[in-house]
């Protein structure tokens, strides 16, 4: 994409777009697909299909390793010639109250970069205006923060960040591709949840860790819970940080 696309914008900043089917492009932005899916996007897609995560990645997502971080990294699989998104359809989404954070935020990217001297976080927002895109013509305005709140995205960026917090870390303390055994839990705790849970009970793989009852319940029933723990004991694995 062209940096000259790309504006950076500030939370209170307004910018116009609407996207509808009376927009000539509809549907246009789910083609031509390189859509990377973060262990949020996936628990959302996952229980959104009513399938369990292992069907879902063997399905529906590809498997790379990051060219920076050296970690295991998730992309849709692409429909046809076209590239076209596996869940669109001709009157729109049909996983549209579970789509992935990047679809939420377009036309907007939000960047998050950690100081490496002080740990402070940055948070950087950017407008994205592609040609093909006829939604910033919309006389609909929004500020950054409307868009955010209207769109349901608080919850993914908190679970984002919490994924971007072990790849700011594994970039400073271990740069380079981790091992094998590293890399098969970072792909099971962040992106195949099921197994995970099934793997925490049936085969006791966090009993070192001594969880209290409250926890151990909290992640037998709640994704978010059994997510958020799953990057913590990550950040056991790959840094042994308690």
Not at 75 to 82: H, P, R, V, Y
Request: charged share 25%.
């Amino acid at each position: 994409m062209d940096d000259n696309n790309i504006m950076p914008l500030s939370l209170e900043d307004t910018f116009s777009f609407s996207c509808s089917k009376d927009v000539p492009c509809f549907n246009e932005c789910c083609r031509d697909l390189q859509q990377f899916l973060t262990p949020y996007d996936i628990l959302r897609l996952k229980n959104c299909l009513g399938i369990p995560s292992g069907f879902f990645l063997e399905q529906y997502t590809a498997r790379h390793t990051g060219p920076e971080s050296g970690l295991p990294i998730i992309t849709l699989k692409a429909d046809g010639s076209k590239l076209k998104c596996p869940f669109v359809t001709p009157s729109g989404c049909s996983v549209y109250n579970d789509r992935p954070s990047s679809c939420r935020m377009y036309p907007l990217a939000r960047v998050v970069s950690r100081s490496r001297e002080t740990g402070e976080v940055t948070k950087q927002y950017m407008l994205i205006k592609e040609s093909y895109c006829l939604g910033s013509n919309q006389k609909k305005t929004w500020t950054i923060r409307q868009w955010e709140e209207g769109q349901g995205i608080g919850i993914y960026n908190e679970m984002n960040d919490l994924l971007m917090e072990i790849i700011s870390l594994k970039n400073r303390l271990m740069p380079g591709r981790i091992d094998v055994q590293s890399e098969h839990f970072f792909y099971m705790a962040c992106y195949n949840l099921d197994t995970f849970r099934s793997t925490i009970f049936e085969k006791g793989i966090l009993n070192d860790l001594n969880l209290d009852i409250n926890t151990l319940n909290a992640v037998k029933n709640d994704d978010v819970a059994l997510l958020k723990l799953g990057m913590n004991w990550i950040k056991q694995v790959l840094f042994n940080n308690k």
